[in-house]
């Protein structure tokens, strides 16, 4: 580093265990770019001067986490259209005057459905989940041209605002119903979408639906979550024959698209996998 070297930052609380200061360190290095990635735990009375102070500083580019995702709206000058739809962003880009913000979430989710092969376009989905992540994954999949989207949470209260929120936007699309509902739903098997925070490390044999007969809905299952690298959803889906995937790589793909909104590259699919082997030997030594 000297004084030419770029810097772009994590905000949220916590951040201690972030792998985005990882991912963007290791991008900057392997793309020959002068840039440097640090972790700022901001409580959140402190986002606004945080956003302003990092402004004065010059900084680069900011990623927003939990729980300042919809807060740091209010200190932007520009918000790209879906994410001022979702209600919440994860990326901060320099503009003049300010920061402009993106939605990188939806990016990666996008770019790893794309990758497993998981056709969104004309399909009828489940999402099991209604919280902040929800929100993001219920507009992909609604912008993704999804015929039926069924949004099953535990609080049919939640599931029913979000559902009201983005039907408003694309038509009567999102059906709100209970997690223990799920038998209304049509038989036959669909991609399913785990956004609750259920099953994540150490509750680890814990899943929003535990009913063996749920996973004969699942076509694909895909967890956002991460650690563990197999979660019980998981298993559940693929002991019942479905493919199931965890949410490492939305997590890699969000990073690489907000690397590449901040420094105007394409980064190489090598070093996309590469990264990916990284994340998951760092998360193996974390346990
Ligand atoms: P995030 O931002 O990670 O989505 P969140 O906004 O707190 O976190 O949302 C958590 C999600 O997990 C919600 O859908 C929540 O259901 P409720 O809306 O009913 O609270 C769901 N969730 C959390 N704990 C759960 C549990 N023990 N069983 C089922 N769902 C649960």
Redesign the pocket.
Known sequence: MNAETKLCCLIGNPVAHSLSPMIHNTLAQKMGIDLAYLAFRVETESVEAAVAGAKALGILGMNVT?PHKSTVMRSLVQTDPMAERIGAVNTLVSVPGGYKGYNTDIIGLRRQLKEEQIVIDGRDVIIL??????RAITWLCADLGARRIYLL???VE?ARKLSEAVNRFYGERVVPMA?TDYRDIPKGTYPVIQ????GLYPHIEEA?ILEEEFYGYVETGVDIIFNPAETKFMRLCREHGARAFNGLKMLLYQGIAAFELWNGVEVPKQYAQELLLRMEGELHTNG
């Open positions: 939990v989940g209604a919280g902040g992540a929800s949470n535990r609080s939640n997690l956004t609750t925070s259920v929003a």
